[in-house]
Structures are given as C-alpha cells and as structure tokens.
C-alpha cells in the first residue's frame, strides 16, 4: 500500500486568509485527488490533481477557491482560499494505485474562526 | 449517475459478536469495483475490503467477509469476532470501471462494547 503523508494535520485560521495543504506520497502514482468531509459527514470529491496541468474540478469547487498544484507525481498541494467558517472541514489527500484502490492520507482538519 | 446507499447511520455490537453493515448502490453498467473504507477516530481512511464485479465469490480480508449481491445491487460487509479497534466509521464505496472517481456512502458509525 502507499504512504501519504499530509501537512498540517490541523490548523485554526481566522476569516479572509489562506492556508496551503501538502501531501507527499512515498512513491509514483497514477491519480491524485483531494477530497473534503464536513463535520459528520461523506467524503465529497474536490479536483482531481493532474501531474503538469490544471486539476479538474468537481461541480460546485473553483480553481480560484481551491488552487491544486501537482509539481510531481509524489506531490500535492491545495489551497483554501480567503477562507470562511463554512470551509471548517477535514480535507483529504488521496492516490490511486492500480485496481481502483484509494488510498488516504491522515487528513488536515482545518477550523475557520 | 450512481448512488451508494447505507442505510444504517449507527450501529453497535459487543466485542467478540458479529455485525453486518448493509450497503445498496446504483448502477446501469457491469464493470465496477465496490469497496469498504474503515475511518477511525483518528481520521485516517483504510481501506478495509475490495469487490470486482465480475467475480462471484465473495472477497474476504480475515474476520472481514463482504456479502455480494450483484443482482440485488447490494454489498453488505460482515464483521466477525467484533473486536474494541473495530470501532470506526465505515464508508461503502463504488468505482465505476475506468473511472477514478469513488462515490461514498454516507457512512455507518460502528461502536463496539466491552
């Protein structure tokens, strides 16, 4: 299985600023994505981050609300930008290895005062 | 577009017994993948147990056993010997063949009791 690991795993902010989310994967993978999970709920998919190109958003996410880089195949970024307390959610890093199997990283849980 | 459905938003069992966790989804195709990811209180996803479609046995991973019902459009996993880290949230998933996008259940909190 992969090994990703995601920085911070928490962090409080205030309104109006924002915060970079990394993720580093111990080896080569296909597909990158990052999701988000409300307090108590479901993952929902945010962008899919493609190695060398934009990332491909999901219905309801913006580029200029949550700008995804991918340098590398091993690496990520996202970041939540000018942030409200409704962005209060974990955010989730993932990679795809072959088969369909996803693997996580331990998550960023992010509070927006 | 397809649908995961779990219909069980709690559940608990005493250590040791047996629990079911009951998943139904929606799909018009025949190539897909199901799978079952376990989030413990620490927020990590894992991967639990893993279907393709086209198999007729039922995967099982240890005291984790799915039940598969293709026709019935309905995965159910089986938790054996229920032990205190099996405590979690557990999230059915579906992966559309060529695709990579997994669509989520809403999930099942699992307690186990001493």
């Known amino acids: 299985s992969a090994v990703i690991s995601q920085k911070p795993s928490r962090d409080i902010c205030q309104r109006g600023t924002s915060l970079t989310i990394q993720c580093q994967v111990d080896?080569?993978?296909?597909?990158m994505f990052w999701y988000r999970q409300q307090p108590g709920q479901s993952l929902t998919l945010i962008a899919t981050?493609?190695?060398?190109?934009?990332?491909?958003?999901e219905s309801g996410f913006v580029i200029d609300k949550f700008p995804i880089s991918r340098p590398n195949l091993t690496f990520s970024t996202l970041t939540v930008s000018n942030m409200s307390p409704e962005d209060s959610s974990i955010y989730l890093c993932?990679?795809?290895?072959?088969?369909?199997?996803?693997?996580f990283g331990e998550g960023s849980r992010l509070t927006v005062l | 577009a397809q649908t995961v459905t779990q219909s069980q938003p709690e559940m608990s069992v005493q250590e040791a017994e047996t629990v079911t966790l009951s998943c139904t989804y929606d799909?018009?195709?025949?190539?897909?993948?199901l799978f079952w990811y376990k989030q413990p209180p620490s927020r990590q996803m894992i991967l639990v147990i893993r279907?393709?479609?086209?198999?007729?046995q039922n995967a099982t991973e240890n005291r984790f056993s799915v039940n598969f019902q293709k026709a019935a459009k309905s995965f159910s996993l089986k938790i054996s010997d229920s032990q205190l880290g099996d405590t979690a949230m557990y999230f059915c998933?579906?992966?559309?063949?060529?695709?990579?996008?997994?669509?989520f259940g809403k999930g099942t909190k699992l307690t186990v009791n001493p």
């Open positions: 993932s990679a795809l290895r072959g088969h369909g199997e996803l693997f």
């Open positions: 080896s080569q993978v296909t597909m």
């Open positions: 981050a493609n190695q060398g190109s934009e990332a491909t958003y």
């Open positions: 799909t018009s195709e025949s190539n897909y993948y």
């Open positions: 279907q393709e479609a086209y198999k007729q």
């Open positions: 998933a579906f992966l559309q063949g060529g695709s990579e996008k997994l669509v």
